[in-house]
């Protein structure tokens, strides 16, 4: 979509904005990008601390 103005020196100045629809879904790849994210994050936190555990309880084993 394209919007003009009246620019300060009188000039008509032409903006390219994103539709509605391209909002929608940019905010939904978004969102899906941090889902993603929040996950691959939490699985590595995750596989550390199993690591961690596993060589703990091996160093403490009899």
């Known amino acids: ?5 009246q ?3 009188g000039g008509t100045v032409f903006v390219s904005t994103l ?5 929608r879904v940019r905010s ?4 899906l990008v941090v889902i993603a994210a929040v ?3 939490a699985g590595m936190v ?3 601390s199993d690591r961690d ?3 703990a309880a091996r160093i403490w084993t009899p």
């Open 19 to 23: 539709t509605q629809r391209q909002r």
């Open 7 to 9: 620019a300060e020196h």
């Open 53 to 55: 555990r596993a060589d």
């Open 28 to 31: 939904r790849v978004m969102a």
């Open 39 to 41: 996950g691959a994050s």
């Open 1 to 5: 979509m394209i919007r003009t103005y």
């Open 46 to 48: 995750q596989a550390f």
